[in-house]
C-alpha cells in the first residue's frame, strides 16, 4: 500500500499510535477515543492502523451472525455490536509485538481499539485500571469500584470543590507505582447527575434531548398501564439516558492534569443504606477485589478473541492468556503500600454529602498497613491474606 500521508499519536511516551491514510473523519474518531492531538514520534509505533477504501473480504468464512470472518490473510470484526465495521486485527500480535491493523476508512469506530492500547500498556508493566483519578489538596487519588460504584461520582463531588481533573473510566498507573497518568477517553455522564453538576454539563444536542424525553415518556405510560412490551424494552432504554463527552469539552485547560501521584487509593461501593460510610481499608483487599473488576471490564474484548481462537485455533496468544496473573502481579506491586479507603454510599448519591465524608481521606495522616490492622478497622468481611 503506498502511504500517502501518516499522523502519528505520542501516549505519554509510552506507546505510540500511527494512522496511515487516514481521512479527517478517521483521524476524528481516534482523537475522540482518547482527547489527544497529533505528535510526531521518536519511536517506531505499537499500533498502526492503515486505512484503504476497500478490505478484500472474498472467500470469507463467518462466524456468528456478521459479528466476524476470516480468510487466508486473516481474522475480519464485521461488527461492534451496533454498526456494520470492517475491520482486519492480528490478536496474535497484541502485546508481543507491533499490532498492525487496517480499517476501510469512513468506518464509524474501531472496535477494541482501547483494549489493544490497555493490553500494549500492561506489556510495557504499566498497570492500566478501571478507575477514576483526580488531586485535591495536593494529593493524587485512585477510586475504583464495579460499575454504578460510585467513580464518577467521587470525581464530580471533588471538581466541584476545587479538585483537578486527571482520568476518568481509566487510569494508568506508572511502573514504579508513584504516578497516575492521564487516559482522556470521554466521561459518561447520566441525566440524573446533570443537577448535581449543572455548570459542567454542556447543551445536548435537539435530537438527545428528544431521545430522553421519549423515553420518559414511555416509562410513564407504563407506570399507568403495564404494557408487557415495554416492560421489557425499558430497562435497555433507560441506558441511554446519558451522553459521553471529552474531558476537555467540560473542564478548562487548568483543571486537567496529565499525570499526578499516587497518595490514596479508594474501593467506592454503593449499598442499601442512606448513610456514607468512609473507613480505612488493607490495600489487599481491594487489590483481590478489583482483579474481578479488571476481568469483567475485558469481558467485550474476550468475547471478540474467542471468536479469532475459534477462527485461528493455532494462533493462541500466551500473552493474553495469562493476562489476568501479570495484572494481579503488576496491582500486588504497585498498591500494596498505599493509604487505601473503603467508601459505601447509597446510590443515587448527593454530591455534595460524599465530597464532605470523602474529604476527610486527604485530611488523615500517612498511616501504614500495620497501623490499620492494629486498630481492628471494621471491614465489610473477612480480609483476605
Known sequence: MAIKHSIDFDIHGIVGLRLINPSEGDVKIVRNKFDIIPENLT?????????????????????????????????????????????????EDIGLKQVNIVCETGSPDIPLLNHILNFILLSKNFLPLHSTSFEYNGLGALVMGWAKGGKTESLF???????????????LISENGEKILA??????????????????????????GLLFKSIHMLD??????????????????????????????????????????????????????????????IPREIIDRMISSQEFERDYFVKYYNVFKFAFPNLRNEFLENINSLQYSLMKKVLADKNAFIVKHPYPVSFDKLFNKMKTIFNVEQMKISDVESESIHLQGEIRK
Open 43 to 91: 519511536y517506531e509505533p505499537d499500533i498502526v492502523i492503515s486505512y484503504v477504501n476497500e478490505l478484500e473480504l472474498t472467500n470469507l468464512t463467518l462466524i456468528g451472525l456478521n459479528t466476524a470472518g476470516y480468510n487466508e490473510s486473516g481474522f475480519f470484526i464485521l461488527s461492534n455490536g451496533k454498526d456494520d465495521v470492517k475491520i482486519k486485527i492480528p490478536f
Open 157 to 171: 463531588s471533588f471538581i466541584k470543590n476545587g479538585a483537578k481533573f486527571v482520568s476518568d473510566e481509566i487510569s
Open 183 to 208: 487516559l482522556k477517553i470521554p466521561i459518561c455522564i447520566w441525566e440524573w447527575q446533570f443537577k448535581e453538576i449543572p455548570d459542567l454539563i454542556p447543551k445536548i444536542s435537539f435530537k438527545t
Open 220 to 281: 410513564g405510560i407504563n407506570k399507568r398501564l403495564h404494557i408487557g412490551l415495554l416492560n421489557k424494552a425499558l430497562p435497555l432504554l433507560k441506558t441511554q439516558l446519558n451522553i459521553k463527552i471529552l474531558p476537555s469539552k467540560i473542564f478548562n485547560s487548568n483543571k486537567i492534569l496529565s499525570q499526578t501521584s499516587l497518595d490514596r487509593i479508594v474501593l467506592a461501593m454503593s449499598h442499601d443504606s442512606d448513610e456514607i460510610i468512609v473507613e480505612p481499608a
